[in-house]
């Protein structure tokens, strides 16, 4: 007696649901080679994704949710493929990534500093505390300078 493997296959539909990228994004990232092409059904030609497909797509889906570039996404499958030769350019995409990051919490921790500066301007404005008043808004007026910076960058 012979076992057969039975192998799981999804839709596009399901492989959006399952992985949180919408159909779109799935069948754009096929085309502009983020991911391999996508297996078609012999009868419909519909996309038919398998648990690899899924798996692959579930690291871009985590890999895009961090904000990575899709030029980013693209040699990161790509160096995925070759495997341990590839390490080193994987690590140093994933250093410049986390160096991104890094800014970007450091900015928006600097918006969020003027934003509490401004809301205690305006709670000194209404408790009638000029002096108060004064001193936050030297405050963010230097830090609207430093937002400045931050922009530009």
Do not use: F
């Not at 890999?63 to 495997?83: I, K, P, Q």
């Amino acid at each position: 007696m012979s076992t057969t493997t039975t192998r799981t296959t999804y839709s596009i539909k399901d492989a959006a649901m399952l992985t949180g990228l919408p159909a779109s994004t799935l069948r754009y990232y096929e085309s502009i080679g983020v991911i391999g092409p996508i297996r078609r059904g012999e009868t419909s030609s519909h996309r038919v994704y398998s648990e690899e497909d899924l798996d692959l797509l579930t690291w871009v889906a985590c890999l895009s949710a961090t904000g990575m570039s899709v030029d980013d996404m693209r040699s990161y499958v790509a160096n995925g493929a070759l495997g341990p030769s590839a390490a080193a350019n994987q690590v140093a995409l994933l250093v410049e990534q986390e160096r991104r990051l890094a800014l970007e919490a450091e900015q928006i921790a600097l918006r969020a500093r003027y934003v509490r500066i401004k809301i205690a301007y305006w709670q000194a404005v209404e408790a009638g505390d000029t002096a108060r008043a004064d001193e936050l808004s030297d405050q963010a007026r230097a830090l609207a300078d430093d937002l400045k910076k931050v922009r530009k960058n």
